[in-house]
């Protein structure tokens, strides 16, 4: 009986492992993938060890340097801090370095120290920058920033190139897959490093050349409202480190005017966001956006992508700069996985998979096996319990006999 129990525990462990495993199409030997937390769809961020101390950083492919801050510097943001002191290895320099942010700027030591990322991928001699000073930043919610952009900045070289070069990816690749809030069933936000995976993907990737060398931006042939062109011609950053979409001035002003003119929309920039009214709750009375790159790449932004709601107001992930080109931030990013090729400069964009339904059902099948474990741990204590018994009994028989 234990030995038909045993095989019934086996036997449960193994179903559950088998709907877990991976599809023939996983491409298991290009990447390596590392854990995003995602804050309110707003920031992206993942743990990375530099010396002893695990740090949470923000992933952002508008800029170049890989900072965290020091335990000397103030901020309000910062959760934790960086103490080269405390780093066997840790070497700082009296290399002085100032960062200009779009709204904020930091300024700190060149320092250098081993990096781990993940349990398989270490990187000797890492430089990066120790932050002992800053300005307007303070709405970060990470102990620093990964720098994955093109450009190189007081000649640091960037974490992928390092780990090209210490032959720890196999191609200077990396993907990004941002997952929405509220987050799907067991698939969190993913960096996958060196290459992707295609379980995240539901079409082929289609590639998009870079329109300029130091950046990853790409030109946009064309924006369309429900198939009307907004806009014609313009250069688009891609960018996950930015939260919404960015629109130059002039440009935004015509998006407003059209939402209210053509789809009766009273709406109204309010906080760095469009707010309209929205009392129904309804957004199919908005407009899907058409996003057309070269080579007849068309992505399509859909109202439930870039719209949610606030009480009785619809707000729009929309927000307006004075720079004279398009930001794609991770309301973008998040409707596609986004792989991004240093060697060949260009973006690839693929459909996302769906999760759901395979993931609420190797949820239930996971509920099934714990019960099927807890069931037949109570048989097994029961025949234990009875096996105990009955030698005691025997016992007590022999003992009987001898008297």
Known sequence: ???????????????????????????????????????????????????????????????????????????????????CQSSSNCLMTQEQYNVQ???????????????????????????????????????????GICGLGLQEQFGFNSLINMLYDQHLIEKRVFTFFLNSIPEQINNSSVLFLGGYDTRYMSSDVQYVKLDK??????????????????????SALIDTGTSLIVIPTHQFTQLLSNLRDQYKQFCQYSQYQIKC???????????????????????????????????????LAFTKSSNNYWILGDTFIRKHITIFDIDNKQIGFAKLATFEKQSKQIQINDYLYIFKVVCVCICVAIALIWIIRQVS???????????
């Open 101 to 143: 942010y779009g709204q904020g700027e930091i300024g700190g030591n060149k320092a250098f120290d081993q990096l781990q990322i993940s349990n398989n991928m270490t990187i000797k001699n890492f430089q990066f920058l120790i932050v002992n000073s800053q300005s307007n930043i303070d709405n970060l919610r990470a102990d």
């Open 393 to 403: 009994c025997l016992g007590e028989a022999s003992h009987e006999m001898y008297k």
């Open 1 to 83: 009986m234990i030995l038909y129990l045993l095989f019934q525990l086996i036997s449960a462990y193994v179903k559950i492992d088998l709907l877990k495993s991976s599809p023939n199409h996983y491409n298991k030997h290009l990447r390596n993938d590392l854990l995003i937390n995602n804050f309110k769809n707003m920031q992206y961020t993942g743990i990375i060890k530099i010396g002893e101390q695990d740090l949470e950083l923000l992933f952002d492919t508008g800029s170049s340097i890989f900072w965290v801050f020091s335990n000397t510097c103030p901020s309000q943001s910062k959760r934790s801090s960086f103490d």
């Open 277 to 315: 009214s929205c009392p129904d709750g309804d957004f199919s009375h908005f407009p899907d956006f058409e996003f057309n790159l070269e080579g007849d790449l068309k992505l399509i932004l859909s109202p439930n992508d870039y719209i949610y709601m606030d009480v009785s107001v619809c707000v």
């Open 213 to 234: 060398s130091d950046s990853w931006s790409v030109k946009l042939n064309n924006i369309q409202m429900n198939n009307k062109v907004l806009i014609n011609d313009v």
